[in-house]
């Protein structure tokens, strides 16, 4: 993993709540949200199980720009997503294929778009 990469890994898991644990003799190691130890955070840049975890995060409205984005990003051609109405679920995505690395430049993007 690079270190653009690890970046980006480490600006997500603090955004999804996990924490750098500092005590001696164990720097480095991270707690995810239910206070769980690992010696890193998730490699959402290489790993769509981890993808899916962050999306998971998303509200239904979060979940509705990121798409739009990542669309956008894995194909350009695509001008928005279409969103399918279910009149028991709600809304819910159309589908987008898309590596683990295209869907955490949209996460990312997204965020920075919220913070604005």
Not at 85 to 90: F, K, T
Request: aromatic share 12%.
């Amino acid at each position: 993993m690079t270190s653009v990469e690890k970046s980006k890994c480490i600006a997500i898991a603090k955004k999804l709540g996990w924490k750098r644990r500092i005590k001696k003799g164990l720097n480095g190691w991270w707690n995810d949200p239910q206070g769980f130890s690992y010696s890193s955070v998730p490699n959402y840049t290489g790993d769509l199980n981890a993808c899916y975890r962050m999306e998971q995060s998303l509200s239904e409205e979060d979940h509705y720009y990121y798409s739009n984005l990542l669309c956008e990003l894995a194909n350009p051609d695509c001008m928005e997503m279409a969103y399918v109405a279910n009149p028991e679920a709600g809304m819910y995505p159309g589908l987008v294929s898309a590596t683990a690395e295209q869907r955490t430049g949209a996460f990312i993007a997204y965020l920075k778009l919220r913070l604005k």
